[in-house]
């Protein structure tokens, strides 16, 4: 077993807005979604149903820090692990124990893991940011987007919260196993608010 100081509990907390459900998710983020859903090509139903999802359209929104990400982070910067997804060594060579807390955390209106900033160049705090359901979208976008442009929304839920498209055996591998479900019930909810859809292409 490997234990790293602090890998169980992060550095700082935030206090969560108190607004949350549909309504928040509109008055909050309801215009950024419209516009980046626009500009990336991506649904804006899908959008409204994954921030309701993952938090329920709060803002602030409080972090959701995860301790086994960390140890992976931590063993990927001691050369323990040859990387962790897209992160090496060298990006995080100089992170302290905070800011590996910091990436180790998910972050914004879509929870974020931080560790997805090292993608663009950005800072953490930029996903919880005025720009976060900028920057959120277009790791949408670069992530698995063109499932969401061939309207396969089941595969896209399913790409946020577990890493992989909808199982082919039928058995959700999301903490939640009805997670995929009720956000496919959310875009319907969405959509009746004004909230719309795009053609299936492949951008």
């Not at 928040?24 to 419209?34: F, L, M, R, S, T």
């Not at 959008?47 to 995860?66: D, H, T, Y």
């Not at 839920?157 to 039928?170: D, Y």
Request: overall charge positive; aromatic content about 14%.
């Amino acid at each position: 077993m490997v234990y790293f100081k602090g890998c169980w509990w992060p550095a700082k907390a935030v206090m969560a807005g108190e607004k949350c459900g549909p309504e928040a998710v509109i008055e909050n983020y309801g215009d950024d979604i419209k516009n980046y859903a626009d500009e990336f090509h991506l649904d804006s139903r899908y959008l409204a149903a994954l921030c309701m999802m993952e938090s329920g359209g709060r803002k602030p929104v409080p972090f959701r820090f995860e301790k086994h990400v960390y140890t992976r982070l931590k063993l990927t910067q001691i050369h323990l692990r040859d990387s962790y997804e897209h992160v090496k060594a060298d990006h995080i060579s100089d992170a302290g124990d905070e800011a590996l807390q910091n990436l180790a955390s998910s972050w914004g209106p879509f929870q974020l893991m931080g560790y997805k900033c090292l993608m663009f160049g950005i800072k953490v705090k930029d996903l919880r940011g005025d720009n976060g359901v900028y920057w959120a979208s277009k790791w949408i976008d670069s992530a698995y987007g063109k499932y969401i442009r061939k309207g396969e929304f089941k595969n896209a839920f399913h790409i946020h919260n577990a890493g992989t498209p909808f199982p082919k055996s039928g058995k959700s591998k999301t903490y939640d196993p009805a997670y995929v479900d009720k956000g496919l019930k959310w875009m319907k909810y969405f959509e009746q608010k004004g909230f719309k859809g795009k053609k299936k292409i492949e951008k």
